[in-house]
């Protein structure tokens, strides 16, 4: 088994050996070690320390990477994608600039809708290629595990096209994948006035051939006023329940929708969004077990009013940051900036940002006993910082490219 030695750490970062998501003011609990060294045996941490406590057997065995003045931090884990999808937007970033609103853009056939007729327009193949290619660079920006969402299908063929897509990327690729149906997205133009007629194509067509080729990990609903209602959402989350899919709601995102309650009532492991929290809502999510991912590239892209996430965690809620990497409302995938924006306009402590990012993050795609942190037997999936002075360098210098290397399931990148 091959075996990695990095020596001379200036800091390894989130070193823990419990195995729990961080709720409110644990959040800020970020341990570390100074002047360490990590141990990779295969793909998994077998081992770290202080420098001064390294056996010496350690220093002639496997290969060798001398760290000096940078920091290894757990790659960064991003719950909340839809990373496959057909084209770009601009032409609604322009409409964006000039005045016309989300719901205006989506009536003159913009929004979900536009990209869903050029996702079926589309090759699988093409499909891929694009994936891929948007795959790599987050990779290269320190990202070691994803989540991708369907839901621009809207259609049987569509939906397990993308599906089908994201199964070849992790066919492909060492970094971990996670798959969620969103047939709940938005309703096509033919079902406007039909939202039921939907809803049953949706559990009775679309989940059995989901279920049948083993093509999903999670569902989720797009929850909102104008899209589905608490009701529809819980409707279509019991459905894929019963077929085995764990859901994850897009909750509160223009209006204090219900969806935070709704994904509390049915056992989500996450709820995203959540721009727009009530009390109701806060309430909810604080006392259950569900994890609230924020996304603030989706306010700072669209200049909607970024999620409370101080008053979330001073609540006591479990918090995870992801980036919504999308073409309409987040067209990118930069998790540094995530943890920057977040510092920033959020007003989280660079500590809490870095834990909602990689260990809340691991937990909100449910693989927090794998990935998310420096723990003896998780993976080695790690971003190797370039020489900086200090962990809150990494927001503060938000412009610039910090990562030096990533590793992979134990290989570097």
Same mark, same amino acid.
């Not at 003011?25 to 990590?38: H, I």
């Not at 899919?245 to 709820?271: D, E, F, R, Y």
């Not at 999308?326 to 989280?348: E, T, Y």
């Given at each position: 088994?091959?075996?990695?030695?990095?020596?001379?750490?200036?800091?390894?970062?989130?070193?823990?050996?419990?195995?729990?998501?961080?709720?409110? $003011?644990?959040?800020?609990?970020?341990?570390?070690?100074?002047?360490?060294?990590?141990?990779?045996?295969?793909?998994?941490?077998?081992?770290?320390?202080?420098?001064?406590?390294?056996?010496?057997? +350690?220093?002639?065995?496997?290969?060798?990477?001398?760290?000096?003045?940078?920091?290894?931090?757990?790659?960064?884990?991003?719950?909340?994608?839809?990373?496959?999808?057909?084209?770009?937007?601009?032409?609604?970033?322009?409409?964006?600039?000039?005045?016309?609103?989300?719901?205006?853009?989506?009536?003159?056939?913009?929004?979900?809708?536009?990209?869903? $007729?050029?996702?079926?327009?589309?090759?699988?193949?093409?499909?891929?290629?694009?994936?891929?290619?948007?795959l790599e660079e987050v990779r290269n920006l320190?990202?070691?595990?994803?989540?991708?969402?369907?839901?621009?299908?809207?259609?049987?063929?569509?939906?397990?096209?993308?599906?089908?897509?994201?199964?070849?990327?992790?066919?492909?690729?060492?970094?971990?994948? $996670?798959?969620?149906?969103?047939?709940?997205?938005?309703?096509?133009?033919?079902?406007?006035?039909?939202?039921?007629?939907?809803?049953?194509?949706?559990?009775?067509?679309?989940?059995?051939?989901?279920?049948?080729?083993?093509?999903?990990? !999670?569902?989720?609903?797009?929850?909102?006023d104008g899209f589905f209602n608490p009701e529809?959402?819980?409707?279509?989350?019991?459905?894929?329940?019963? +077929?085995?899919?764990?859901?994850?709601?897009?909750?509160?995102?223009?209006?204090?929708?219900?969806?935070?309650?709704?994904?509390?009532?049915?056992?989500?492991?996450?709820?995203?969004? +959540?721009?727009?929290?009530?009390?109701?809502?806060?309430?909810?999510?604080?006392?259950?077990?569900?994890?609230?991912?924020?996304?603030?590239?989706?306010?700072?892209?669209?200049?909607?009013?970024?999620?409370?996430?101080?008053?979330?965690?001073?609540?006591?809620?479990?918090?995870?940051?992801?980036?919504?990497?999308?073409?309409?409302?987040?067209?990118?995938?930069?998790?540094?900036?995530?943890?920057?924006?977040?510092?920033?306009?959020?007003?989280?402590?660079?500590?809490?940002?870095?834990?909602?990012?990689?260990?809340?993050?691991?937990?909100?795609?449910?693989?927090?006993?794998?990935?998310?942190?420096?723990?003896i037997g998780k993976k080695a999936n790690l971003?190797?910082?370039?020489?900086?002075?200090?962990?809150?360098?990494?927001?503060?210098? !938000?412009?610039?490219?910090?990562?030096?290397?990533?590793?992979?399931?134990?290989?570097?990148?």
């Open positions: 088994m091959a075996s990695t030695l990095i020596t001379n750490i200036k800091q390894l970062v989130n070193v823990t050996e419990d195995g729990h998501a961080r709720r409110g $003011k644990e959040l800020r609990r970020l341990p570390c070690l100074e002047n360490a060294f990590l141990v990779i045996e295969g793909d998994e941490i077998a081992a770290y320390g202080k420098m001064v406590d390294i056996p010496q057997r +350690l220093l002639s065995s496997g290969s060798r990477f001398d760290a000096a003045g940078q920091f290894v931090l757990p790659a960064w884990c991003d719950s909340h994608t839809h990373l496959v999808y057909a084209g770009s937007r601009e032409n609604e970033f322009l409409d964006k600039i000039t005045g016309l609103s989300y719901a205006e853009i989506a009536a003159k056939g913009g929004g979900i809708l536009n990209s869903a $007729k050029k996702l079926n327009e589309t090759s699988e193949d093409e499909l891929f290629r694009q994936a891929w290619r948007r320190g990202t070691g595990a994803i989540e991708i969402k369907s839901g621009y299908g809207l259609c049987l063929e569509g939906e397990l096209k993308m599906l089908r897509v994201i199964r070849r990327i992790r066919e492909k690729t060492a970094m971990t994948v $996670k798959a969620t149906f969103l047939g709940a997205h938005a309703f096509p133009l033919e079902y406007k006035n039909n939202h039921k007629g939907y809803i049953d194509r949706i559990i009775y067509e679309m989940l059995p051939a989901i279920a049948g080729e083993k093509l999903a990990d !999670f569902i989720d609903v797009f929850c909102e529809e959402t819980e409707i279509i989350c019991r459905a894929g329940l019963d +077929l085995g899919l764990k859901p994850k709601i897009h909750a509160n995102q223009l209006s204090a929708s219900g969806g935070v309650q709704t994904g509390v009532k049915v056992g989500a492991i996450s709820v995203d969004h +959540l721009e727009s929290m009530d009390e109701a809502s806060i309430t909810a999510l604080k006392g259950s077990l569900t994890i609230g991912t924020l996304l603030p590239c989706a306010a700072f892209f669209l200049r909607m009013p970024f999620q409370p996430a101080r008053r979330l965690i001073d609540d006591g809620c479990a918090i995870a940051l992801a980036s919504d990497y999308n073409p309409g409302s987040s067209p990118s995938g930069n998790m540094n900036f995530v943890v920057a924006l977040s510092c920033i306009q959020m007003k989280m402590l660079p500590e809490e940002a870095i834990n909602a990012a990689t260990l809340n993050g691991a937990f909100a795609m449910d693989v927090g006993d794998e990935l998310g942190s420096i723990t971003i190797l910082t370039k020489k900086i002075p200090s962990l809150a360098y990494l927001p503060y210098s !938000f412009g610039s490219n910090l990562i030096d290397k990533v590793m992979i399931r134990g290989s570097w990148q």
